[in-house]
């Protein structure tokens, strides 16, 4: 699955000069310090969080269980490891509870990376082992529109809803979410966070554009799917159109999401940005791309003349095989 300091160490210090003894007490009173206050920022202090919730903690002991999990000295290849190898079987509600509580865990500073990918096994764990099924989708749902949380986190859990929303999971023998009115709500809050305007520079509608294209490729309802792009219409034509402003990154998503999801009606904003020698080499690689899926005949020219540039040669190349073959058109 997709999807980034801590003290250093006193160094030794060669000197004449001997310190006087209270210094040396002073300076190890300060160490000790330091050291206790970087250890106590890797304590999780869920206990708020999880009674919000009406769940328990399930005491020390639980919070021992896990305490590796959040730390940064142990290397997350090896904290992902024990989330594989746990035993289901043993597990309690409150292991369960904390580990969903973890998923608000806020990193130090320098420890991000390790913790996003610790923090995506937990959520690839419960999915696939089915463990809080009843609450899996408002847990992530939760997580997805959580603004105190990292973006990263944010798209893991688009990414996972997503999956647990899929039925193809059951050909692999992993749950999916079953109830009706779980699924109405997590696509509609899905959908939603696509255009609010305040993650318009954030990775977060890229990411849930292309769970939509997932989910659909993974035999989800392409009917519910077709209704939140109806939705997204005029929020997709602004963006193409450049009315609506978004992160260049946020702009290519959409872009390719006329193509992922076969959006014609979109073509001619499409053609005249894949035309636009003044624009963005980013834009303009993706619809080039994109007219392969959505173009016409009268696009042919256009790649031909994209044929000879390196940067477009590629993209140009495959959509014209494409546009050949889908409207049987000569080589």
Request: net charge negative; charged share 25%; proline share 3%.
């Amino acid at each position: 699955m997709f999807v980034r300091f801590s003290f250093s160490r006193l160094k030794q210090m060669k000197s004449k000069i001997i310190l006087p003894i209270g210094l040396v007490l002073l300076l190890g009173v300060g160490w000790f310090y330091w050291e206790s206050r970087e250890e106590k920022e890797e304590v999780v202090d869920l206990g708020g969080v999880l009674e919000e919730k009406g769940l328990k903690m399930g005491g020390g002991e639980t919070e021992r269980r896990w305490a590796v999990l959040t730390d940064s000295k142990v290397l997350w290849q090896k904290r992902a490891g024990i989330l594989r190898e746990m035993n289901t079987r043993t597990l309690r509600s409150e292991d369960v509870d904390f580990l969903f509580g973890l998923l608000r865990h806020q990193p130090r500073m320098g420890a991000e990376e390790g913790w996003w990918v610790v923090a995506n096994e937990i959520m690839e764990q419960l999915r696939r082992r089915g463990l809080g099924k009843d609450r899996y989708a408002d847990e992530l749902t939760e997580i997805l529109m959580d603004s105190e949380l990292d973006p990263v986190m944010r798209d893991y859990a688009a990414q996972h809803l997503g999956q647990w929303l899929t039925p193809r999971g059951k050909e692999l023998g992993y749950p999916c979410e079953v109830d009706e009115d779980v699924i109405k709500e997590s696509i509609h809050v899905l959908g939603s966070v696509i255009s609010d305007e305040s993650l318009a520079f954030t990775s977060i509608p890229g990411t849930v554009l292309r769970v939509f294209a997932d989910m659909k490729a993974g035999g989800f309802d392409e009917n519910k799917i077709d209704q939140i792009l109806t939705k997204l219409e005029p929020w997709i034509s602004g963006v193409i159109e450049g009315k609506v402003e978004v992160s260049l990154q946020t702009c290519c998503s959409a872009i390719q999401a006329v193509g992922s999801f076969g959006l014609s009606e979109h073509l001619e904003a499409i053609r005249a940005l894949a035309g636009n020698q003044s624009g963005s080499s980013d834009v303009r690689l993706n619809s080039v791309a994109v007219l392969g899926v959505v173009g016409s005949e009268a696009d042919v020219s256009l790649l031909e003349s994209l044929l000879d540039h390196p940067q477009f040669q590629y993209a140009a190349t495959t959509a014209l095989k494409s546009l050949r073959q889908h409207h049987q058109l000569p080589n």
